[in-house]
C-alpha cells in the first residue's frame, strides 16, 4: 500500500490508535518493537527514533528506526479501543547513513538490483509449528494439542479452531495466507502464504511467528517454531518457493520444459547450498530434523513431494515456480531469501547447469549425491570459508552472526544434556 505521512497521521488520529510498534529483527530472524505514542510518529518519519541496538549483536551503538510507511498494519488482536498499529523499519546510523548490518535493507538493495538486470522475483513461505498444551501454571508443555495426522479433520484435528483464527487475523493485516492445513504430527500446523515480492514475503514471515504465538496464547496454547521439538515425530520446515521473470518470461517451467537459464538457477543454488546452510538451518537443533520423515538430507531436485532439496512442482494453475525445502522458521528469511537468489543467479552467470543433470532425485541410491551438512559446527566452518558468503552479506553481518553461532556450538558442546540445553534455548523462544 501507498502512504503519505500526512495520510497516515490522519489515519492514526481518525482510528483511536494509541501505540505504534517500531519493529524490526535480530540476526535470527526474532522480531523486535519499540512502541512510540502518536505525537512522536512525525519525529519517526522525518529523523527516525533512536534506540539501544545490543539486542541486534553484542556491541552495537545505538541506531535510528525509520519507519517504513508502506508496511502500516493494524494489530487485529488488539483492543479495538486504543488500537495498535506496526511498522516494519530501516536501520540507520545516528548521522542518518544506512546500517551496514541491516538486513532488510541489504535485501532491499539486491532486489533492485536484480530489477535493473531485468529481473523480477515472487516469493512464498509454508511454514510449520506445533501447538502444546499449557499447565496449571499457564506455563508450556510438551503435550501435544491433538493426536491428529496428516491433513486430518475434526475431532481428530483439535488445532482448526486455532489456525482459522490465526489465517483470519493475517488476512486482516494484509498478509496473504493461502492455505492451511493439519500436518503429519500430533498438533503440528501449517499455513501456506501466496507468493509476493521478496521484502513483502520476507516481512510477512518475520510478522508471522509473533500472529501465530499470540493466537495460540489466547485460545489457552503454546506454539512453538523449534525445528525439531519432539524427538519421536515430524520436525518442523519453513519452506520457499520461487518465481522468476526474466523480461517477462518465467524462467522456471515442468522438469521437461526449463528453459536454460531455470536450469542454471537450480543448478547455482545445488552448488551454493552446503555454503549457505548455517544461515538457513542456524540452531543446533535444526540437524536433528534433516534427513528425518521428509526432510531433505542431500543436496538434489525432483519433481516428486518427497524429501528432496529442491522441488520443481507442476505449475497446475500458477505461475512456475520452485521450492527450496531445507530452512526452518528459526533462519532470518531477509539473509535467507538473499543467499538462495544470488546463488541462483550466480549459477544464471556462470552458464553452469551441470548439477540439474547430476543432482536429479533418483530413488534410493544417494550414493553420488553430497549430503547437507550434520551438524551447525559442520556448517559454520564450511559458510566461514565460503567467498560466495563473503562476496554476498556484508562483514557486519557475517561477523555479528559467526558471533553467535560460535557461542550456541561452544555452550552445547559443553553442555551436559543436550536435549535440556535445546529446550531451554529454542522451544519457548524459536
Known sequence: MSFSPKEILKFVEENDVKFIRLTFCDMFGNLKNVAIMPNELPRAFEYGIPFDASCIAEGCSDLLLVPDISTLSVLPWRPKSGRVVRFFCALKNMDGSDYVGDMRTELTNYINQLRLDGYSCEMGTKCEFYLFELDERGEPTKIPHDKGGYLDVAPLDKCENARREICLSLEEMGMSPKSSCHKHGPAQNEIEFRESEPITAADNMVHYKTVVKSIAAQNGLFASFMPKPLPDEHGSALSISISLKKGGENIFDTQNDMTFEGKCFIS????????????????????????????????????????????????????????????????????????????????????????????????????????????????????????FVKNTLSQEIRSNIFAQLDKQIQDYSSASDKDKFEEESYFKFV
Open 268 to 387: 547455482g543454488v545445488l552448488s551454493k547450498m552446503r555454503e549457505i546452510t548455517a544461515f538457513l538451518n542456524c540452531t543446533t537443533n535444526s540437524y536433528k530434523r534433516l534427513g528425518m520423515g521428509y526432510a531433505p538430507k542431500y543436496i538434489n531436485w525432483s519433481s516428486e513431494n518427497c524429501a528432496q532439496l529442491i522441488r520443481v512442482p507442476n505449475p497446475v494453475g500458477i505461475s512456475p515456480r520452485i521450492e527450496i525445502r531445507s530452512a526452518d522458521a528459526c533462519c532470518n528469511p531477509y539473509i535467507t531469501f538473499k543467499l538462495i537468489l544470488a546463488a541462483g543467479i550466480e549459477g544464471i552467470q556462470s552458464q553452469d547447469c551441470s548439477l540439474f543433470e547430476s543432482a536429479m532425485h533418483n530413488g534410493s541410491d544417494n550414493s553420488l549425491l553430497q549430503p547437507l551438512p550434520s551438524s551447525l559446527d559442520e556448517a559454520a566452518a564450511i559458510a566461514k570459508e565460503s567467498i
